[in-house]
């Protein structure tokens, strides 16, 4: 009896309320991150150093230096073994390394350089000398 006689037609309603609360949740932590992140810009310095690293198709080494995590550009060097994280400290004249613009002003006070490539984010540079001088 009351199974038969009782009418489902609430349950359109209801399974429509139910997706609006889910999609509410998404929709909201969408709008707060897109508020509360407005003013930062994408790490593209990151992006391009990985995209460098990625094309790379040479024989020759190519060092680069992403700063002090670099989970991102890990992955290349095992399946590149001509791709390698530098210190620079330890590099050689000949060297070719890819670094961000900032970090690269560090090695120009330590090594002579040429700029092999170059753009807003990132700069391939060539070791021509160990000394400053």
Request: with cysteine; glycine share 4%.
């Amino acid at each position: 009896g009351l199974i038969k006689d009782a009418s489902f037609e609430w349950l359109k309603p209801a399974f429509y309320a139910l997706i609006v609360v889910c999609l509410s949740g998404s929709l909201y932590q969408k709008f707060m991150f897109t508020y509360t992140g407005k003013d930062r810009r994408l790490s593209m310095d990151i992006y391009t150093i990985s995209e460098i690293i990625r094309s790379h198709k040479g024989p020759e080494k190519l060092y680069y230096y992403s700063g002090s995590y670099d989970a991102w550009n890990y992955f290349y060097t095992l399946v590149k073994p001509n791709v390698k994280r530098a210190n620079y400290k330890t590099l050689n004249v000949g060297d070719n390394i890819v670094t961000d613009n900032a970090f690269s002003d560090s090695i120009n006070k330590v090594y002579r350089t040429i700029t092999l490539d170059s753009n807003t984010y990132a700069k391939t540079i060539r070791i021509i000398s160990n000394t400053k001088n």
